[in-house]
């Protein structure tokens, strides 16, 4: 089990993407979203507080985290109703909801207990700091050379991701490209970010004292896996932040529209409301007590965590984790530390280390680095108004379905109009890597950025259309533009109804033939989506979260409690656990595993499994547990021939004979089934369907096996073809001899959540497809379209 995390927020919207994002950042870890009122307007409820903190708190405890006073208020009357035992183990935080929560969910994913997890959210990034710029270390204990396989490399969040998996480890890490010699603490975010690493430059990971070796091993097995962003796209030069020139003399006229760039889609008509930001004045001189200010700037930066805290459990709490990193960044903290000691006041060394690091990054010629500014400057305002006292540097909150038009936007900015439900944002200048525009994303909320000064011009209050896929905002629309546009959001709305309609319904071809589709999912939060977007089950429950960054292996009651919740959000669903598929390439301490010997060319999948009865046994307990009360499937990983099955299967029937012996309640597997990733599976398959009752294709494996391509690295990405006819034999094989054995064939790879692949598939024999949630409504639409 983990400690459980509840996000308390005005906003159902916001508190579900917080959950949502902070689910992405630490699998495993149950996050609920309490949001909103009763009747799904903006306010709070006791009553779903108090569900949540039950759902939240599975033994080990529950962290709340809430976005406003009255949000808290709201919890802590849900407190006095908890009883006497759990109360002890239900504590509230005084942290930004979305920093706060994924600060709070990684380090709750680590095993943490309760008072770590706490400390965690209301303290968050940091970590000792060392003397950055310095390409390597001295006398280095160990040091790798990797080439940065993820497009944009090192920026804002990989570098908060590497500050935090060093936070528990006693050594000095340095990171330093190998060709620039720049090198940089791999404790701060900011050295990090300057180095300027993209995508496909090499840097030398270079660690020294009792840690050394695991430090440098976690960061550079991180850096071979892209940090969970190898199919991102790389940044264009269009996408580099546009700078705001000059200014608009008079205001566009009635009926002007104004060209941008679309970032989000969807059409919005509503009034225009102005964001306007002003720099405060701060004291002046430099006859200041530098200990006195010293006081005074670490109880802003207290104020301003807290707030940071709670918007780590928000709709994109990676951001905001990294906005915590921020505050205490050793190169930001040394440059104010340096303005204190020269005696100016605590506002104005603050704003000079902002104002450097802001200036620095705004500087940086690769788009996705520059993005960064805004994250600074954002940081930087959030201090400054604890430190003055001012609301000078907030922004008024908008009218409900106002859109609202700035020169560019900061993610607290973003957050905030979420809750306050705006129709849609444009900015003047701005670019669509950045994080505010990611959050505009994933909250659904239309935007258009870069639509010039004039966007600036325009009188508060006065109505406009703005298009999110045209990327254009029309200037006091005339009636038939107006009443064009409103037609228009009323077929989307329809659509958008009748797509959610038919995603609900059973996967079908245009015959009728019937075919699953399920969901790939690895915690509640995840399953709850899939849910909601028509998943037919979960085709691919993953479990590797239960053995990540910890030092000890779960406990089968862990394990059980962990799956239920993710099962009974499935409400009844079909599930398919896949048994441990861990290798060297993944950060599971507790495993002892190695990158070669466990390798993709290693022990590693079922392999590793029957090798370590202590982890697999334990692992197979829990799945027949977990099978009195639930509709499961179990699918072992990796298999290449019939007698790993066929021992796995034995290892399974020794588990429940000793759960029959010690009288505890289990169930039997509806089916069990195996993963296809190696070849020679597919290619000789007919001993193996025979022992099986199913068999899902892991295409992305199948694929990157049989064309001998690693899928992250550009230089041979050219050869990770999934329309290649070698992927389509291999499959097709394997339906053929697993339809003469009775034995039905999936696919839970990225093939599945294609529409055009998906329908390829079926084509080939294939009858269950398991995707990410939000692939689902587009794949079932499109096998209505196909013909077996």
């Not at 264009?236 to 705001?244: F, I, M, N, S, Y």
């Not at 002046?284 to 780590?312: C, K, S």
């Not at 979420?418 to 959050?439: F, K, M, N, P």
Request: aromatic content about 2%; glycine content about 10%; overall charge negative.
């Amino acid at each position: 089990m983990a400690v459980g995390i509840v996000i308390v927020s005005h906003s159902d919207l916001l508190a579900r993407g917080v959950a949502e994002l902070a689910g992405q950042m630490a699998e495993g870890v149950t996050l609920v979203a309490a949001g909103g009122a009763d009747d799904g307007s903006i306010g709070t409820s006791f009553d779903r507080v108090l569900a949540a903190i039950d759902e939240a708190d599975a033994g080990d405890g529950a962290l709340v985290l809430a976005d406003l006073g009255s949000a808290e208020l709201t919890a802590e009357q849900a407190f006095e109703f908890l009883e006497p035992e759990q109360a002890e183990r239900v504590l509230l935080a005084q942290a930004p909801i979305a920093e706060g929560t994924i600060a709070a969910a990684a380090t709750a994913g680590a095993g943490a207990a309760l008072a770590e997890v706490l400390a965690s959210a209301e303290a968050a990034g940091g970590g000792a700091a060392t003397d950055a710029g310095e390409a390597v270390l001295a006398e280095p204990d160990v040091r790798e050379r990797i080439v940065l396989t993820n497009p944009l490399g090192l920026h804002a969040r990989p570098a908060s991701h590497v500050v935090a998996a060093l936070r528990n480890l006693d050594a000095e890490v340095h990171i330093a490209r190998t060709d620039t010699g720049t090198g940089a603490s791999a404790r701060s975010v900011l050295d990090v970010v300057g180095l300027g690493a993209t995508g496909g430059v090499e840097v030398e990971i270079a660690g020294q004292g009792p840690d050394a070796v695991a430090a440098v091993e976690r960061l550079a097995s991180m850096a071979r896996e892209g940090f969970g962003e190898a199919g991102d796209e790389a940044p264009t030069e269009e996408d580099a932040p546009a700078p705001l020139e000059g200014a608009a003399d008079e205001p566009p006229p009635a009926g002007a529209t104004l060209a941008g760039r679309g970032v989000v889609g969807g059409t919005v008509i509503g009034p225009l409301a102005e964001l306007r930001r002003a720099v405060p004045p701060v004291p002046e001189g430099t006859d200041h007590d530098p200990e006195v200010e010293a006081e005074v700037l670490v109880a802003a930066r207290e104020a301003a965590r807290a707030e940071l805290e709670q918007l780590a459990a928000g709709a994109e709490g990676a951001i905001f984790a990294m906005h915590l990193a921020l505050l205490d960044d050793p190169a930001l903290s040394r440059e104010v530390e340096e303005a204190l000691a020269e005696g100016l006041a605590a506002a104005a060394a603050w704003l000079r280390g902002v104002t450097a690091h802001e200036e620095l990054l705004a500087g940086m010629a690769d788009a996705a680095f520059a993005a960064r500014a805004l994250d600074v400057r954002d940081v930087g305002d959030r201090v400054l108004r604890h430190l003055l006292g001012s609301e000078a540097t907030a922004v008024a909150t908008p009218p409900a379905g106002a859109v609202v038009a700035a020169s560019d936007l900061t993610p607290s900015d973003v957050t905030q109009f979420a809750d306050a439900q705006v129709a849609g944002l444009a900015t003047a200048a701005g670019s669509q890597t950045s994080h505010a525009a990611i959050l505009a994303r994933n909250l659904g909320i239309p935007l258009v950025m870069r639509l010039g000064p004039s966007l600036l011009a325009v009188a508060k209050g006065t109505e406009v259309i703005l298009d999110g896929d045209a990327g254009e905002l029309v200037v006091a629309p005339h009636p038939e533009r107006r009443e064009a546009a409103r037609a228009a959001i009323a077929d989307a709305e329809a659509a958008a109804e009748a797509a959610r309609e038919l995603a609900a319904a059973p996967g079908q071809l245009a015959d009728g033939t019937r075919v699953i589709v399920a969901a790939n999912a690895s915690s509640p939060a995840e399953a709850r989506r899939a849910v909601a977007e028509g998943a037919e089950g979960i085709g691919l429950l993953r479990t590797e979260f239960l053995y990540l960054e910890r030092t000890e292996l779960p406990s089968e009651d862990e394990q059980v409690a962990e799956l239920s919740a993710i099962c009974e959000a499935m409400e009844g669903r079909p599930v398919i656990v896949r048994t441990l598929d861990a290798g060297g390439d993944k950060p599971a301490p507790a495993l002892d595993l190695d990158p070669v010997r466990h390798g993709f060319l290693g022990q590693r999948g079922l392999r590793l499994s029957l090798a370590r009865p202590e982890v697999f046994g334990p692992q197979l307990r829990a799945i027949l547990r977990l099978a009195a009360a639930h509709e499961i499937g179990v699918m072992f990983p990796m298999v290449t021939d019939v007698g790993e099955v066929r021992r796995a299967k034995v290892a399974l029937e020794e588990a429940a004979a000793a759960l029959e012996a010690e009288g505890v309640p289990y169930g039997r597997p509806v089916e069990v089934g195996v993963m296809v990733e190696v070849p020679a599976a597919a290619a000789a398959p007919q001993d193996l369907v025979a022992e099986v009752d199913f068999c899902s294709v892991g295409s992305n494996d199948l694929i990157a096996y049989t064309m001998a391509a690693d899928r992250t690295l550009e230089e041979v990405a050219e050869y990770y073809r999934p329309d290649h006819p070698a992927i389509d034999q291999l499959i097709a094989w394997l339906c053929d001899a697993a339809a003469d054995a009775g034995c039905w064939v999936g696919v839970c790879g990225e093939m599945a959540a294609d529409p055009d692949h998906a329908a390829r598939l079926v084509g080939l024999g294939v009858r269950e497809l398991s995707m990410a949630s939000g692939a689902i409504p587009a794949v079932k639409a499109r096998l209505r379209e196909t013909s077996p």
